[in-house]
């Protein structure tokens, strides 16, 4: 019985394929956290390991591997889209729709080279899917190229696996990835503390993070006038004041817009900086009074949205201020800072940044739920409901004219493209976007680490052979041409004539070819986290990209 759990058949039981699955990612897990000069195999090692494993004949049960890989799929991109769909929209106000472009660009690029490569070498259509995928290191786009082919099947020509293609280019792809970001910062001679300094300016000037700052009211123009008409002529609604002390009173209250402004009042602002700079300078000057913020009656304090009745309710429609004496200063929301407006939506999860009395503030927490500790627990209903959606989305047919067969989201698209709307409008129905932190990152490790076993173990049954029969080091060529020619393209393009900051030019170089290993890398070379915010902006709408894109191309030359 032991001996079966741990030898290799061409038969395997239940158990035995579990065991070979665990093996794999056990064994790929701990691989892959080895560093050589800085750079590691991440989670990838996994796939490596699984094709040793299926090279030294470890088989998976044919249903069950079928079932690991596509739920492994489905959790990762389910679980990357949670994580980075608020910032994938909120990027477009900003830097994200021309980082998107080149991106998108170097997509089409590749697919372009791929092209090319089918019509003008021998090579097998889904082999070149295969060299394309792990060129590019996108697993998504593996999943749907299998997807597609299995369509394709019936006729003879495609009955190889694109996988084995895909694990000889793929460390090609991770490890060209990190060539052309020191190149890049060798050819152009690229100073990272000036680079730095360059973005921080940069952000500081186009800045959504909100300040808070003290005043002291002694323009005569603004005396006499309420708060409601002082913000409305001239256009600062935008701005929240959370504390007020009239002079020559102790007193410190949460106002209302309908308060009037006396002589030497003092107020807290909360907004962004220049609007904050803005009231400020119109209503007088800066304040250092500390009185306004020792009050004993007014407290500030966080309070989390856990209430189904208060979910997808407006601050206005909650009516905080006439209802408690309370004013609603920030929203903190996937890690992104929100102004309290008045038609601000809430999501399940937002964490409320309240001004005002003790007890008032304890009642809204009656209001609005404030139970912590559910947030901690992941929510199984809207886990699986968001899941049964993306399978929905992905099982979808899109007839393309002249395509032989509809075109589908798939396993890789289609959860991923719902769990980007559910995080961009906080939930459908009982299903909400909120998850917090832990479970995202287990949900995505889990899914890749388990989709990388499947694929390797069985890539691994024919992986020597056909390195051999096909000439590997050939197949290894065409991938260099899809890795390296499409970046030099990006790096032109972004740094000589989109003036792109180089820190931000390698988070979107990682994220265009969704190289995970090589956005750590980045991190680490260029001693910043930039990187990290341009990979998030461009990894969502690349991933569909590149799934899209492979469909089309397999339809059209299949």
């Given at each position: 019985?032991?001996?079966?759990?741990?030898?290799?058949?061409?038969?395997?039981?239940?158990?035995?394929?579990?065991?070979?699955?665990?093996?794999?990612?056990?064994?790929?897990?701990?691989?892959?956290?080895?560093?050589?000069?800085?750079?590691?195999?991440?989670?990838?090692?996994?796939?490596?390991?699984?094709?040793?494993?299926?090279?030294?004949?470890?088989?998976?049960?044919?249903?069950?591997?079928?079932?690991?890989r596509?739920?492994?799929l489905?959790?990762?991109?389910?679980?990357i889209?949670?994580?980075?769909?608020?910032?994938?929209?909120?990027?477009?106000?900003?830097?994200?729709?021309?980082?998107?472009?080149?991106?998108?660009?170097?997509?089409?690029?590749?697919?372009?080279?791929?092209?090319?490569?089918y019509?003008?070498?021998?090579?097998?259509?889904?082999?070149?899917?295969?060299?394309?995928?792990g060129?590019?290191?996108?697993?998504p786009?593996?999943?749907?190229?299998?997807?597609?082919?299995?369509?394709?099947?019936?006729?003879?020509?495609l009955?190889a696996?694109?996988?084995?293609?895909?694990?000889?280019?793929?460390?090609?792809?991770?490890v060209?990835?990190?060539?052309?970001?020191?190149?890049?910062?060798?050819?152009?001679?690229?100073?990272?503390?000036?680079?730095?300094a360059?973005?921080e300016?940069?952000?500081?000037?186009?800045?959504?993070?909100?300040?808070?700052?003290?005043?002291?009211?002694?323009?005569?123009?603004?005396?006499?006038?309420?708060?409601?008409?002082?913000?409305?002529e001239?256009?600062?609604t935008?701005v929240?004041?959370?504390?007020?002390?009239?002079?020559?009173?102790?007193?410190?209250?949460?106002?209302?817009?309908?308060i009037?402004?006396?002589?030497?009042?003092?107020?807290?602002i909360?907004?962004?900086?220049?609007?904050?700079?803005?009231?400020?300078?119109?209503?007088?000057?800066?304040?250092?009074?500390?009185?306004?913020?020792?009050?004993?009656?007014?407290?500030?304090?966080?309070?989390?949205?856990?209430?189904?009745?208060?979910?997808?309710?407006?601050?206005?429609?909650?009516?905080?201020?006439n209802?408690?004496?309370?004013?609603?200063?920030?929203?903190?929301?996937?890690?992104?800072?929100?102004?309290?407006?008045?038609?601000?939506?809430?999501?399940?999860?937002?964490?409320?940044?309240?001004?005002?009395?003790?007890?008032?503030?304890?009642?809204?927490?009656?209001?609005?739920?404030?139970?912590?500790?559910?947030?901690?627990?992941?929510?199984?209903?809207?886990?699986?409901?968001?899941?049964?959606?993306?399978?929905?989305?992905?099982s979808?047919?899109?007839?393309?004219?002249?395509?032989?067969?509809?075109?589908?989201?798939?396993?890789a698209?289609?959860?991923?493209?719902?769990?980007?709307?559910i995080?961009?409008?906080?939930?459908?129905?009982?299903?909400h976007?909120?998850?917090?932190?832990g479970a995202?990152?287990?949900?995505?490790?889990?899914?890749?680490?388990?989709?990388?076993?499947a694929?390797?173990?069985h890539?691994?049954?024919?992986?020597?052979?056909?390195?051999?029969?096909?000439?590997?080091w050939?197949?290894?060529?065409?991938?260099?041409?899809?890795?390296?020619?499409?970046?030099?393209?990006?790096?032109?393009?972004?740094?000589?004539?989109?003036?792109?900051?180089?820190?931000?030019?390698?988070?979107?170089?990682?994220?265009?070819?969704?190289?995970?290993a090589?956005?750590?890398?980045?991190?680490?070379?260029?001693?910043?986290?930039?990187?990290?915010?341009?990979?998030?902006?461009?990894?969502?709408?690349?991933?569909l990209c590149?799934?899209?894109?492979?469909?089309?191309?397999?339809?059209?030359?299949?």
């Amino acid at each position: 019985m032991i001996e079966s759990l741990f030898l290799p058949s061409d038969t395997p039981g239940v158990l035995q394929s579990l065991m070979v699955i665990l093996t794999a990612i056990g064994v790929g897990v701990f691989a892959g956290r080895l560093r050589v000069y800085k750079v590691s195999l991440g989670v990838s090692g996994v796939m490596f390991a699984g094709l040793i494993m299926g090279h030294y004949g470890y088989r998976i049960q044919p249903d069950i591997l079928d079932f690991v890989r596509d739920l492994g799929l489905i959790l990762f991109v389910y679980g990357i889209g949670i994580q980075v769909g608020p910032s994938f929209f909120s990027s477009f106000r900003r830097d994200g729709l021309r980082f998107n472009l080149l991106a998108v660009g170097t997509v089409g690029a590749g697919i372009l080279i791929a092209w090319l490569l089918y019509i003008l070498t021998d090579t097998q259509l889904e082999y070149v899917a295969g060299i394309m995928s792990g060129a590019v290191t996108n697993t998504p786009g593996l999943g749907a190229a299998r997807a597609v082919l299995l369509e394709l099947r019936q006729q003879p020509s495609l009955a190889a696996d694109p996988a084995v293609a895909y694990a000889i280019t793929y460390p090609l792809g991770v490890v060209g990835v990190i060539i052309v970001i020191v190149a890049a910062r060798q050819v152009f001679r690229i100073d990272l503390a000036a680079e730095a300094a360059a973005y921080e300016a940069n952000r500081q000037q186009e800045a959504a993070s909100l300040v808070r700052a003290k005043c002291r009211v002694h323009n005569s123009e603004v005396i006499g006038k309420t708060l409601f008409h002082l913000l409305r002529e001239h256009q600062l609604t935008d701005v929240i004041i959370s504390r007020l002390k009239h002079t020559g009173s102790q007193a410190v209250i949460t106002p209302g817009l309908d308060i009037t402004l006396q002589d030497r009042d003092v107020m807290v602002i909360v907004g962004q900086p220049q609007r904050v700079a803005a009231f400020v300078s119109l209503v007088g000057s800066p304040s250092t009074d500390p009185q306004i913020d020792a009050a004993p009656d007014i407290v500030s304090r966080s309070v989390f949205v856990t209430r189904r009745s208060a979910v997808h309710k407006s601050l206005a429609e909650l009516n905080l201020v006439n209802s408690y004496g309370l004013k609603v200063t920030r929203v903190f929301r996937s890690g992104m800072e929100l102004l309290a407006r008045p038609d601000l939506e809430l999501y399940y999860g937002d964490k409320l940044q309240v001004v005002g009395n003790q007890e008032d503030i304890e009642s809204v927490c009656r209001l609005i739920g404030n139970a912590e500790s559910r947030l901690l627990e992941p929510d199984f209903l809207s886990l699986f409901g968001g899941l049964i959606i993306g399978i929905v989305l992905g099982s979808v047919p899109i007839v393309v004219p002249g395509l032989p067969v509809p075109v589908r989201l798939g396993f890789a698209a289609g959860p991923l493209l719902a769990a980007l709307l559910i995080s961009r409008y906080g939930g459908v129905g009982v299903i909400h976007s909120y998850l917090n932190a832990g479970a995202t990152h287990f949900m995505k490790d889990l899914g890749i680490c388990l989709f990388f076993a499947a694929v390797g173990v069985h890539a691994g049954e024919t992986f020597y052979a056909s390195f051999v029969e096909h000439h590997g080091w050939t197949w290894l060529a065409y991938g260099s041409l899809i890795t390296f020619i499409p970046l030099a393209l990006m790096v032109a393009v972004g740094r000589i004539w989109l003036k792109i900051n180089f820190l931000q030019l390698a988070g979107i170089i990682s994220g265009a070819y969704t190289d995970p290993a090589a956005l750590a890398f980045s991190t680490g070379y260029l001693r910043s986290d930039v990187p990290t915010q341009a990979y998030a902006a461009v990894y969502p709408l690349v991933t569909l990209c590149r799934i899209f894109g492979i469909q089309v191309m397999l339809l059209v030359l299949g």
